[in-house]
């Protein structure tokens, strides 16, 4: 009776599986951070040196 219910029980692998899934989401938004980290940066150092002419 127990081990059946323990295997019924997804309990555990429904949070591995969102874990998985943060970590997941995680990595592509950290490369994608790399990925277009220079030119945001150039983006915001243009934007300030045209506001900074006004």
Known sequence: KVVSRFVRDERGATML??????GLIA???????????GSLS?????????????
């Open 17 to 22: 599986e969102y874990g998985l899934l943060v």
């Open 27 to 37: 990595i592509v938004a950290i490369a994608a951070i790399g990925a277009l980290g």
């Open 42 to 54: 150039t983006f915001f150092t243009d934007t300030t040196a045209e506001l900074n002419k006004v």
